[in-house]
């Protein structure tokens, strides 16, 4: 079994105000700049948001957290096929 060697990672910051679409569209661009550095596979990812109105004044912060899991593997991606 390989050692795993803890990684100092890579910092990718989104700036701005943005809407939620925007941020998809970010988002997508920083997978994109990833794939472009030949960046085969990712381990763990941390997102923080402030959620905010239109002016950019922040809203009410809710104790909220949640976790996406890994993508569920279909049996044709098990299997190779």
Known sequence: MRKK???EGIR???K???STH???QMLNEAVNEL???AVPY???CNLYVTPVDE???TLVPRKYKFTIREPY???ADEHGI
């Open 55 to 57: 002016d950019g004044d």
């Open 12 to 14: 990718i910051r989104l």
């Open 22 to 24: 925007e941020l998809r």
């Open 5 to 7: 060697s803890k990684s």
């Open 73 to 75: 593997n279909c049996a």
């Open 16 to 18: 701005g105000l943005r």
């Open 42 to 44: 990712v381990r763990g």
């Open 35 to 37: 794939e472009r550095l």
